[in-house]
């Protein structure tokens, strides 16, 4: 595996079964890890808020034996106060790695670029790597395997669109795009994962329409429409998504027994409805709860010995 995890682009396929192959062994026996990162200390740079990334990375470090440090946006005001490869050359002295999580991605690859030590990227607005590896994890311990599956994503072209787009591509997954007219994912990472998709015997398909994304689907996932720093945006954002809200209508186009995901935080009733997100198959809180497991095994990956 490379110094650094950037974006799930940059994993091969048999790196993402050998975090997943890990992750199985965290999950199964706790005790085991316990002491694997002892005297090793993480650095957590936010620019944005968070719930999961903060807690799944802290609790995950302590389990494994080492320490986190948390440093919020006013405390280095990444870029003004002081320029992120500076931060990144000192902070390479005291830790034994970073995780970046930002606005722009740009800032993640320089931050790669001038750090001396690994660095994971915790979210920018183009990539949630560690997002997509524990989802993908989570349909592999609900379903079985990979083969034949077809996700189908309803809703923004956003970051975590990107990754699950590349995750599912190298994972040989299927998936429906179901985006309203505006908002699809990035060109780029459409002809990217389309081509590392049929490498692996996959389709992904776009639609304009979130029932057609839905039909024959193994899993649906959807996001929140507006999304950290779109606040300006919500009024038109939420009239462009009418007609792509998770719910029983939609569920119903799906294979029997699909399985409901989203990243959260959630916007209830507006994006997926309550009905949907806290019914028999919703794996939203295992997928949830899989992002400590799979960040574990990343940061053993990454800073173990």
């Known amino acids: 595996m490379a110094k650094d995890l950037i974006s799930i682009k940059d994993l091969t396929p048999s790196e993402i079964k050998e975090i997943f192959s890990l992750t199985d062994q965290l999950k199964r026996n706790k005790g085991k890890f316990s002491k694997e990162l002892a005297g090793k200390t993480l650095a957590l740079i936010f620019q944005k808020p968070s719930n999961r990334t903060r807690v799944s990375f802290e609790v995950g470090m302590f389990q494994l034996g080492g320490n986190s440090l948390y440093l919020a946006p006013n405390e280095i005001n990444l870029g003004v106060r002081e ?7 000192t902070l390479s002295r005291y830790i034994d790695g970073i995780v970046l999580r930002t606005f722009e991605h740009k800032n993640c690859i320089e ?10 990227n915790g979210l920018t607005d183009f990539s949630h790597p560690c997002q997509a590896l524990a989802d993908l994890y989570t349909i592999k311990e609900k379903l079985g395997n990979f083969k034949d599956l077809t996700l189908a ?3 923004d072209g956003n970051n975590v669109c990107n990754s699950l787009l590349f995750a599912c591509a190298k994972l040989g997954v299927n998936v429906n795009l179901g985006c309203p007219k505006g908002y699809e994912p990035d060109s780029e990472v459409l002809k990217d994962s389309r081509s590392m998709a049929k490498m692996n015997d996959a389709n992904i398909n776009l639609y304009n329409n979130a029932f057609d994304a839905a039909k024959g689907a193994d899993v649906i996932y959807t996001d929140v429409w507006v999304s950290m720093g779109q606040e300006k945006e919500a009024d038109v954002r939420k009239q462009a998504f009418q007609g792509f809200q998770i719910n029983s209508e939609l569920v119903k186009l799906a294979n029997k027994g699909a399985i409901i995901m989203h990243c959260l935080p959630a916007h209830r009733n507006e994006e ?34």
Request: avoid cysteine; charge should be negative.
């Open 83 to 89: 320029s992120i490869a500076d931060v990144a050359k």
């Open 111 to 120: 931050m790669a670029r001038a750090a001396s030590v690994p660095v994971i």
């Open 153 to 155: 994503y309803v809703g």
């Open 272 to 305: 997926i409805t309550n009905e949907v997100m806290d019914g028999k198959n919703s794996a939203i809180f295992d997928q949830a709860e899989n992002r400590m497991h799979v960040q574990k095994a990343i940061l053993i990956e990454l800073l173990g010995s």
